[in-house]
Nanobody, 124 residues
Framework: QVQLVESGGGLVQAGGSLRLSCAAS????????MAWFRQAPGKEREFVAAVNWIGSSTYYADSVKGRFTISRDNALYLQMNSLKPEDTAVYYCAASSTLGSGSYLRSPRPYDYWGQGTQVTVSS
């Protein structure tokens, strides 16, 4: 069974940092596009960051650009710095077999696999 499992969430004060991890089991995602999405209470799931299948390009939502960094090796990571209360949400990692890039990766549609999510809470 294919699974993505996120970890690293928690409670942090505004201005602090967290590092999220996403580990895969059941198959390798080395040639998959990977992404982070988040969903705050009462809001729709939104794109945070993505890396294309070959790992040559990364993409960020404007709201996190310059503060968050997505990276991958055998797992997927999201380094989150200068956190703000509006970053509070459940964060999900996702994997897609698409060879597409750019705006296509900002939509949840191409993603075949999703993790269960990890809660990030930023206090003011």
């Amino acid at each position: 069974q294919v699974q993505l499992v996120e970890s690293g969430g928690g409670l942090v004060q505004a201005g602090g940092s967290l590092r999220l991890s996403c580990a895969a089991s059941g198959r390798t995602f080395g040639s998959y596009a990977m992404a982070w999405f988040r969903q705050a209470p009462g809001k729709e799931r939104e794109f945070v960051a993505a890396v294309n299948w070959i790992g040559s390009s990364t993409y960020y939502a404007d709201s996190v650009k310059g503060r968050f960094t997505i990276s991958r090796d055998n797992a997927l990571y999201l380094q989150m710095n200068s956190l703000k209360p509006e970053d509070t949400a459940v964060y999900y990692c996702a994997a897609s077999s698409t060879l597409g890039s750019g705006s296509y990766l900002r939509s949840p549609r191409p993603y075949d696999y999703w993790g269960q999510g990890t809660q990030v809470t930023v206090s003011s």
